[in-house]
């Protein structure tokens, strides 16, 4: 039986396409790539940055890194040229050692700045009957060993599971769920869920975020950890019975030569003896901190 949940109230390079067919304006293709063991060193990150469409990527005991999935092209008016076909790509390479898979169309402008990938998303005509659209969806398999950074935008969950390295994950208009994972640093969407299921208790700063979604965190066990919980239209939960209230938290800012201090008005609480932090921030939604049963 469970235990009844306790409530806190806020008070205020490889590309290889096959299968390719074509019926007027749209266009679906079968993505197969493929990163050999031998051209993967140790202590490297996956990144992947997707725009449009679904991202799943996966530990396997494996040794290299296979990228599986599907390309959609459409257009409202007229045909889809080869030629702007070929434009629109999945891309793998390296940069400053670790491994990078990224979609580069014309508008979407990524750009490697400051040791990461940028995406500077722009058009010049504003009439998206003549602009090509497209979709990724992709099924990913890595190491589990490695650290791994995913994100997505628009049109499909995020999904992450049985990666054993450190694990960031983004979504805008989508759910996040994270499954049998060691390590997160953060999980944050705009439009949707967060659901995260730890192998074990955490032992550094996490940050959860989500605008209009619930957070759902799965834990072995009693975590050692402070939570610092921010909700508009929502409230915190736990059936956890080790905690304990802080006090408010006075944040000091400079303005000039003036120190200025405010007192945060989030929802404080200590798990057992207290140790990392897990911030939880939402606007229209609850998060809960349960302990998993399997």
Do not use: C
């Amino acid at each position: 039986m469970e235990n009844p949940m306790k409530k806190f109230t806020l008070f205020l390079s490889i590309i290889l396409i096959a299968s390719v067919a074509v019926h007027g304006q749209e266009i679906t293709e079968t993505i197969n790539i493929e990163i050999p063991a031998d051209e993967i060193e140790a202590g490297q990150k996956f990144i992947i940055k997707n725009i449009n469409g679904m991202v799943r990527v996966s530990g396997s005991d494996g040794d290299k890194i296979v990228i599986n999935g599907t390309r959609e092209l459409w257009k409202k008016r007229g045909e889809i040229s080869s030629d702007e076909a070929e434009k629109i790509r999945l891309v793998t390479r390296t940069y400053q050692n670790n491994w990078y898979a990224y979609v580069d169309a014309p508008g979407t402008n990524p750009e490697f700045e400051d040791g990461e990938l940028r995406y500077h998303m722009h058009w010049d005509d504003h009439d998206d009957k003549n602009r090509i659209q497209f979709s990724y969806d992709l099924e990913i398999s890595v190491p589990r060993n490695m650290e791994v950074k995913a994100s997505t935008i628009n049109s499909g969950d995020l999904e992450v599971n049985g990666i054993y390295g450190l694990v960031t994950a983004g979504n805008v208009n989508g759910s996040v769920i994270i499954k049998d994972v060691n390590r997160i640093n953060r999980a944050i969407t705009v439009n949707g869920d967060v659901e995260v299921w730890l192998n074990e208790v955490p032992v550094n700063d996490i940050d959860f975020k989500t605008v209009n979604g619930s957070i759902d965190l799965y834990l072995p066990a009693q975590p050692d950890a402070v939570v610092e919980f921010e909700s508009i239209h929502g409230e915190l939960y736990t059936d956890f019975d080790q905690y304990k209230p802080l006090p408010a938290r006075l944040n000091k800012t400079k303005h000039g030569d003036q120190s200025l201090y405010r007192i945060n008005n989030n929802t404080m609480i200590q798990f057992g003896d207290g140790g990392p932090e897990l911030n939880f921030k939402m606007v229209n939604g609850s998060a809960y901190i349960r302990q998993r049963e399997s």
